[in-house]
């Protein structure tokens, strides 16, 4: 594998990177649609979290100096990417597709195959004869690092930074997690290595230097011994499952019952969705990540365990639309049971598109900043943030605009 190599600043103002795993998928079509939005003046930041005035004076790159590529594992173009979710789930408007079609083309331009290792059965049959499936893991490693350096040098990059979208993997026994650098690199010459895809693009990424998002559950850099190589390289690293939805009311709630001092006796959430990551979700292996990634933080906020429920189901008639109905029973005073219900509705590639763009815009301010290792300012944006268990989120956003007044 590469070190990292110098990258000085070619251009004036400096010009970044976005790597997008999973490029042409429901998020990564949303955000390149955002992104060219915002760039042609076509929205505002509603829904960007860097566009809050408490971020206003953070030194983020402009929508113009951004190129996109990525890695993609099916045959299919950006174009028809977003042509699909307007005709199926109506997220973006006819108009808007065809101001945007210049940057979704110039994108697809930038798109690579991506990796099948240890993906699992369901995802491995959504892949096209052109993604990659017969290599070692070093191997890999190797060919992601030659798309990563051709894509820095061909568009004279300051930097890149990469961000797994991809479909969710099944879980890895944290036994068999590498605890050292010199441990991971064991692995990556063994035949059976147990690392999925998504750690491999980590290593690819942080190897190079260049900063790895992780915003699915799948495992990714959370291993201690893929955490030192970012450290060992001088870059950094976030994740891992952003929470759009039923989680971010979980955590936006669950301190408020601990704050009243009510008793949270049960808690039951039901989801459903139509889209690919739901299709995904539907094998048992891929939906077990996903759960205990949206199941833990209630013990770690309420500091006891209440009894919870988590069920997702693939409805394929909602397309990219999703709700999750919660039922929240606790103990009031003089023991009284009580019942929080409510119901959360939204479009599931428009809830996170715009987060991906605030967590490349907030980790390449790190990256300026000379931050490596886990960015745990950034915990509010995760269901299971690295580096740190603080799962309120007012208690999460507040460190984030503490790390913004110190980094402005």
Same mark, same amino acid.
């Given at each position: 594998?590469?070190?990292?190599?110098?990258?000085?600043? &070619?251009? #004036?103002?400096?010009?970044?990177?976005?790597?997008?795993?999973?490029?042409?998928?429901? @998020?990564?079509?949303?955000?390149?649609?955002?992104?060219?939005?915002?760039?042609?003046?076509?929205?505002?930041?509603?829904?960007?979290?860097?566009?809050? $005035?408490?971020?206003?004076?953070?030194?983020?790159?402009?929508?113009? &100096?951004?190129?996109?590529?990525?890695?993609?594992?099916?045959? *299919? /173009?950006?174009?028809?990417?977003?042509?699909?979710?307007?005709?199926?789930?109506?997220?973006?408007?006819?108009?808007?597709?065809?101001?945007?079609?210049?940057?979704?083309?110039?994108?697809?331009?930038?798109?690579?195959?991506?990796?099948?290792?240890? @993906?699992?059965?369901?995802?491995?049959?959504?892949?096209?004869?052109?993604?990659?499936?017969?290599?070692?893991?070093?191997?890999?490693?190797?060919?992601?690092?030659?798309?990563?350096?051709?894509?820095?040098?061909?568009?004279?990059?300051?930097?890149?930074?990469?961000?797994?979208?991809?479909?969710?993997?099944? /879980?890895?026994?944290?036994?068999?997690?590498?605890?050292?650098?010199?441990?991971?690199?064991?692995?990556?010459?063994?035949?059976? %290595?147990?690392?999925?895809?998504?750690?491999?693009?980590?290593?690819?990424?942080?190897?190079?230097?260049?900063?790895?998002?992780?915003? /699915?559950?799948? *495992?990714?850099?959370?291993?201690?011994?893929?955490?030192?190589?970012? &450290?060992?390289?001088?870059?950094?690293?976030?994740? %891992?499952?952003?929470?759009?939805?039923?989680?971010?009311?979980?955590?936006?709630?669950? $301190?408020?019952?601990?704050?009243? #001092?009510?008793?949270?006796?049960?808690? @039951?959430?039901?989801?459903?969705?139509?889209?690919?990551?739901?299709? @995904?979700?539907?094998?048992?292996? #891929?939906?077990?990540?996903?759960?205990?990634?949206?199941?833990?933080?209630?013990?770690?906020?309420?500091?006891?365990? $209440?009894?919870?429920?988590?069920?997702?189901?693939?409805?394929?008639?909602?397309?990219?639309?999703?709700?999750?109905?919660?039922?929240?029973?606790?103990?009031?005073?003089?023991?009284?049971?009580?019942?929080?219900?409510?119901?959360?509705?939204?479009?599931?590639?428009?809830?996170?598109?715009?987060?991906?763009?605030?967590?490349?815009?907030?980790?390449?301010?790190?990256?300026?900043?000379?931050?490596?290792?886990?960015?745990?300012?950034?915990?509010?944006?995760?269901?299971?943030?690295?580096?740190?268990? #603080?799962?309120?989120?007012?208690?999460?956003?507040?460190?984030?605009?503490?790390?913004?007044?110190?980094?402005?």
């Amino acid at each position: 594998m590469n070190a990292p190599r110098d990258n000085p600043p &070619r251009d #004036n103002p400096p010009r970044y990177g976005i790597w997008l795993v999973g490029a042409r998928g429901g @998020v990564a079509t949303s955000a390149i649609v955002g992104l060219a939005a915002l760039r042609g003046r076509l929205t505002t930041e509603t829904g960007l979290v860097s566009g809050l $005035p408490e971020f206003a004076k953070l030194p983020f790159v402009s929508w113009e &100096r951004l190129v996109v590529g990525g890695h993609e594992i099916r045959d *299919l /173009t950006l174009i028809e990417a977003a042509e699909q979710l307007h005709r199926e789930s109506r997220v973006f408007s006819a108009e808007m597709l065809a101001a945007c079609q210049s940057d979704l083309e110039s994108a697809d331009k930038n798109i690579r195959p991506g990796i099948l290792w240890n @993906v699992g059965d369901t995802i491995r049959r959504l892949a096209s004869n052109s993604a990659s499936t017969d290599l070692s893991p070093r191997e890999s490693i190797e060919a992601l690092q030659k798309d990563l350096t051709e894509f820095r040098e061909r568009h004279r990059l300051d930097d890149v930074i990469v961000v797994n979208l991809a479909s969710t993997e099944a /879980t890895l026994d944290q036994s068999l997690w590498p605890a050292t650098w010199g441990e991971t690199q064991v692995l990556l010459d063994k035949p059976d %290595c147990p690392l999925p895809a998504s750690s491999l693009y980590a290593i690819a990424a942080l190897d190079l230097g260049i900063p790895y998002i992780n915003f /699915t559950p799948s *495992l990714g850099a959370a291993p201690a011994g893929i955490d030192e190589l970012a &450290r060992k390289r001088g870059t950094c690293h976030a994740g %891992c499952d952003a929470k759009t939805g039923e989680t971010l009311l979980k955590s936006v709630l669950a $301190p408020m019952f601990a704050a009243r #001092n009510l008793e949270i006796m049960s808690w @039951v959430g039901h989801n459903i969705f139509g889209n690919l990551d739901g299709q @995904v979700l539907d094998d048992p292996s #891929n939906k077990a990540s996903k759960v205990l990634s949206k199941d833990h933080l209630l013990e770690q906020i309420l500091g006891y365990a $209440p009894q919870t429920l988590v069920s997702i189901e693939h409805i394929r008639s909602l397309g990219d639309w999703k709700t999750a109905w919660d039922h929240v029973h606790f103990r009031g005073f003089l023991e009284t049971p009580m019942t929080l219900q409510l119901t959360w509705q939204g479009c599931d590639s428009l809830l996170a598109a715009p987060l991906v763009l605030d967590l490349v815009r907030f980790a390449l301010v790190a990256r300026g900043r000379g931050e490596t290792g886990a960015l745990t300012f950034l915990s509010s944006f995760f269901k299971s943030p690295l580096g740190t268990e #603080n799962q309120a989120f007012f208690e999460q956003t507040a460190s984030l605009v503490s790390w913004a007044r110190r980094s402005s």
